[in-house]
């Protein structure tokens, strides 16, 4: 299936809300060391700085990864009853702050909430010995929140109050790069609302997709809009439930998240084939991905780099569309709860999202299911 992406409607005279990309993402989780270690040797992130009791905390900890140009802030309550605690209970692991990288955070907090944002935190500074930071929040889906970041004025290891960590843990190992982009699951009915607040208060337009929107729909169960901010560094797509031959994978989300939150987060790599290579030997599962899945993306793809047998015997997932192709592959849940997990991407001109795997995937079980004889 072709698909193209173009981003459509007027440009906006003047960028009221610049960003210069994700600057961190922060998930609460049951157990911040464990996870901490996990993504560290499973993923391959090295620790860069800590808040907790050693630091002054009293309620909650902290750890603060890094890799490539990605931040992953992992935190954890030290007692029952915090809003960590809270959230967790009812949400489990999940990413709570995309913090976004701005030049200005009054600004960026007074056009927000001017145009219909939520507030959640005033603008205020934070200072040490390395600096200032500016920070406010506002809300978005479900108990999902905006924090606003100015760092420009600050050198430290991540935030005022968090102490540097000396590693001398595994080296980092260039695996995952960046963010590409973070999926928001919203409630049926919700998808088209968001992709308006995200237009009105962040000023971001829809990429449009001409998929067959019909085929996508009966095959995926879900719909799905994206947007983006002017330089498409910052590419939020927004799914919903949709009827479809089974209980959708979205319906499953919000049923075990209780309630609309990040779905996965997308993480660009440089070589997905000695990537995803790596993480399997270090035990990381993904979605399955049938034999048969590999018999016609010659056909529907054409000439790529990669060897088709790696990407078979790998899992890798293919899609192309008028620009390029990209190849993509989906982690099962990260934590105990079928909700957020990674997607691995390596973009070779594509700008879309994989959409055309939707059908594909689905073929390919057909024929597995035909070659057992129950079709
Ligand atoms: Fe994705």
Redesign the pocket.
Known sequence: MTTTAETVGAAPVKDFMPLHGIDHVELWVGNAAEASYYFQRAFGFTEVAYAGLETGLRDRVSHVLKQGDIRLVLTGTLRSGTDVAVHHARHGDGVKVIALSVPDVDNAYREATSRGATGHAEPHDSSDDHGRVGIADVATYGETIHRFVDRSAYEGPFLPGFAPVVNDGPRPQDLVHSI??I?GNVELGAMERWVTYYEDVFGMTEMIHFTDEAISTEYSALMSKVVTNGDGRVKF?INEPAEGKRKSQIDEYLDFYEGAGAQ?I?LTTKDIVRTVAELRKRGIRFLNTPDTYYEEVPERVGEIDERLEDLSRLGILVDRDDEGYLL?I?TAPLGDRPTIFF?L?ERHGARG??EGNFKALFEAIEREQEKRGNL
């Open positions: 590409d982009h999926v797509p996965h997308a993509q989906f997607e991407i999202f994989g």
